[in-house]
């Protein structure tokens, strides 16, 4: 089984509505984030969580919401899809002291 | 702010070429440079990681060098296959564990 998951896979909504994009991890570790990618363009920071009572803005926060439900468990919401949301999600994991991030497979979404 | 750029965008090679790889970065208060390989529907992941005070990391046929004074590192893949055609993304972190990734540089290898 994958250390990270993320659900959906893929998800195509309409402008307006309300998307949960979740994340969940097996590798115990404390620190996880949340990018965006947009074609041809790097991975983007939307927001990272140090453990269950740290949330933290990352570069492009605004229109996104994050709730850290349990260390295993990171949700990114979209409160009002909007179609320049369009791009591809990804939930990364790390531990403190230099290690590397370990992402999760992504999450394609289309906003019509 | 940090900003991370690739060169070249796009690279399309025969098999059993040697190859770079370039990245480079604007602010060298930096605490690592990683590399990262990107194929399509499975996400990123890691393939070197170079700490500040180091100069390179090797892993099989890659090689990635640090220069942290000049701002930049390269990737060096030996004898390229065709299974290595993915997309390569540089990335430094800064304070917080913060990573600021590149635009990659998509690798062809044809067979």
């Known amino acids: 089984d994958a250390d990270v998951t993320q659900t959906p896979r893929n998800r195509i909504t309409k402008t307006g509505k309300r998307i949960m994009l979740e994340c969940s991890q097996t590798k115990g570790h404390d620190r996880m984030y949340w990018y965006r990618q947009d074609p041809g363009l790097g991975l983007q920071l939307i927001y990272y969580?140090?453990?269950?009572?740290?949330?933290n803005k990352g570069e492009i926060s605004d229109g996104y919401s994050v709730s850290r439900q349990a260390q295993a468990k990171f949700s990114l919401s979209l409160e009002s899809a909007i179609p320049n949301q369009t791009a591809l999600y990804f939930c990364?994991?790390?531990?403190?002291?230099?290690?590397?991030?370990?992402f999760g497979p992504g999450t394609r979404l289309t906003v019509l | 702010k940090q900003e991370v750029t690739q060169i070249p965008a796009a690279l399309s090679v025969p098999e059993g070429e040697n190859l770079v790889l370039n990245c480079s970065f604007t602010?060298?208060?930096?605490?690592?440079l990683q590399w990262f390989r990107q194929d399509p529907g499975k996400g990123l992941t890691s393939l070197l990681l170079?700490?500040?005070?180091?100069r390179e990391q090797t892993s099989g046929r890659l090689n990635a060098s640090l220069d942290k004074s000049s701002g930049r590192s390269t990737l060096y893949i030996a004898a390229s296959q065709p299974g290595d055609s993915a997309t390569y993304l540089c990335a430094v972190e800064t304070s917080g564990s913060r990573l600021t990734f590149g635009e990659g540089t998509q690798l062809t290898v044809n067979p």
């Open positions: 990364a994991t790390s531990e403190p002291g230099g290690d590397t991030q370990y």
């Open positions: 170079i700490q500040s005070s180091q």
């Open positions: 969580s140090f453990d269950v009572k740290d949330i």
């Open positions: 602010d060298s208060a930096i605490y690592n």
